[in-house]
């Protein structure tokens, strides 16, 4: 299978610009990484600290990883870039064996500069990934996780068509299906 990662393009929105993650993006990120307000939305499932990055260096050997792993087909990170400021505020991944083996489902993983976190902002970012990633990677769902706590996040999700599903108690998942 031929890795679906490798002619990725970029795509445009009324507020972002979407494309492969630079490690000029550092400086950018680590404003949205280290900030305690977007810290707690950050669509992830606890690991590592939730890339709570404090130190340049973290940040941009996070990038590094992930441009190793864009290289080898594991997943792939976006940069989100405020197309009136030119300044990245966040991140869009997919990953799982996507890529590597005939799957079923991506996984989703936002984490963007809190100031974002409206309907209006998450409505475009999450558009993006239902319109364009299911033909990028070839999926037929894509799943996203979201803490109750983000209100907006799970509103905006679910008017795109995103059906809720439970793991365990607090572990709520949402999957769109095409």
């Not at 009324?14 to 400086?27: G, N, P, Q, Y």
């Not at 600290?49 to 590094?64: A, P, V």
């Not at 319109?131 to 996203?144: D, W």
Request: glycine share 4%.
């Amino acid at each position: 299978m031929q890795n679906p990662y490798i002619f990725c393009p970029t795509y445009e929105t009324d507020s972002f610009i979407i494309r492969l993650v630079k490690e000029s993006d550092a400086v950018d990120l680590l404003t949205c990484y280290s900030d305690p307000k977007a810290q707690e939305l950050f669509n992830c499932d606890r690991c590592f600290g939730d890339f709570k990055m404090t130190k340049l260096e973290d940040m941009k050997s996070c990038i590094k990883a992930w441009l190793m792993a864009y290289e080898n087909g594991d997943f792939i990170r976006f940069s989100v870039i405020d197309k009136t400021a030119f300044k990245a505020v966040g991140t869009i991944e997919m990953f799982g064996s996507v890529g590597k083996t005939n799957v079923t489902a991506g996984i989703l993983r936002v984490d963007i500069a809190s100031r974002y976190e409206e309907l209006s902002y998450l409505d475009e970012l999450f558009r993006v990934t239902s319109e364009h990633f299911f033909n990028l990677f070839k999926v037929t769902k894509i799943s996203t996780k979201a803490i109750p706590l983000a209100k907006n996040r799970i509103d905006s999700i679910k008017r795109l068509g995103y059906k809720e599903r439970v793991i365990t108690e607090g572990n709520h998942y949402y999957s769109l299906t095409r």
